[in-house]
């Protein structure tokens, strides 16, 4: 199976030659997959060098001359770098384009804390107006590519990662999907950790959400999963920085009584290099963690 950013390159060449609008702007990362497209179409597939900034800048100035913008490089990249200028060049401006990060939280473990990004959609949540894919599989990749840059100029953020769900799952809209219906608690799981949820919650009996989109974050399936499970106590497995969307939970579930726990990449910095497993289960998000964090919230020991 080919990865979310081998994906990206194929679609999004393809989507070259089928949209005039359409123009990529690269920082170096993946301009080799690109070099066919950019013989293609020399004046809409740009490669700015190592300068984040100028990246993002670029791309506002395509879009104010009518283009769609798809902007590409690693997360840590993309969203810190040159925040500023993504909170100008497109907020300020008034602007829309397509951020298409890659190695999110952690995927390129060897490349350093420098190629990390788990806060990259908190920071995200300090704009507005930016809907967030985070899709679990290839296929989901493409279909909210596809969707991204077809969507005329609003401002869309899609997160790859290295890490996939062995399966993927139908794209609907911007809605979160009930993959397991139970009592007693709901787990929301985003993105690439959906099969790591599955498995912990395996016997338990509640109901999970996935979350292939973030933002705008879908206030009424969560209550509605709140009120089919019986219960306000909701789990959030998320794979970039811990508590997320824990407001937002909170907020779509302000009229109801409810506990939310959030989980998802913890804030100390892991210093040794290590492979993705050691850093997801480092953070607590391997499937035997989950399952022991998850059941100590839900189930907690009753106290003599």
């Known amino acids: 199976m080919d990865t979310m950013r081998e994906r990206f390159?194929?679609?999004?060449?393809?989507?070259?030659d089928e949209d005039p609008r359409l123009a990529l702007v690269l920082a170096e990362i993946s301009m080799d997959g690109f070099l066919p497209a950019q013989q293609r179409h020399p004046d809409r597939v740009v490669n700015v060098g190592i300068r984040e900034q100028l990246l993002v800048g670029v791309g506002g100035g395509l879009a104010l001359t009518g283009l769609r913008p798809v902007l590409h490089t690693f997360a840590s990249f993309l969203v810190e770098r040159p925040f500023e200028q993504i909170k100008l060049d497109f907020g300020h401006q008034g602007t829309g384009g397509v951020l298409v990060s890659a190695s999110a939280s952690y995927d390129w473990p060897s490349g350093g804390f420098t190629h990390m990004a788990p806060g990259d959609v908190a920071l995200m949540d300090t704009l507005e107006g930016w809907t967030v894919h985070v899709p679990g599989h290839p296929d989901e990749a493409e279909a909210l590519?596809?969707?991204?840059?077809?969507?005329?100029?609003?401002k869309v953020y899609v997160r790859l990662s290295q890490q996939s769900n062995a399966e993927p799952r139908p794209v609907e809209g911007l809605r979160f999907q009930t993959v397991r219906e139970g009592a007693?608690?709901?787990?929301?799981a985003v993105g690439p950790l959906l099969d790591n949820v599955l498995a912990a919650t395996e016997g338990l009996g509640l109901t999970v959400l996935y979350a292939p989109t973030v933002r705008p974050f879908d206030d009424a399936a969560l209550r509605e999963a709140a009120r089919s499970a019986g219960t306000g106590d909701v789990v959030l497995v998320e794979p970039y920085l811990?508590?997320?969307?824990?407001?937002?939970?909170?907020?779509?579930?302000?009229d109801v009584p409810h506990r939310v726990l959030g989980l998802g990449v913890g804030r100390a910095e892991l210093r040794r290099y290590g492979t993705i497993d050691e850093h997801?289960?480092?953070?607590?998000?391997?499937?035997?963690?989950?399952?022991?964090?998850?059941?100590?919230?839900l189930h907690p020991p009753t106290r003599r």
Request: hydrophobic share 45%; aromatic share 2%; proline share 2%.
């Open 242 to 254: 811990t508590g997320t969307s824990t407001a937002a939970a909170n907020d779509a579930l302000a």
């Open 184 to 188: 007693g608690g709901v787990v929301l």
């Open 280 to 297: 997801t289960a480092a953070h607590g998000l391997d499937p035997r963690s989950l399952r022991e964090r998850v059941t100590a919230f």
């Open 145 to 154: 590519l596809r969707h991204a840059c077809a969507a005329g100029d609003d």
């Open 9 to 16: 390159i194929s679609v999004t060449s393809r989507l070259l």
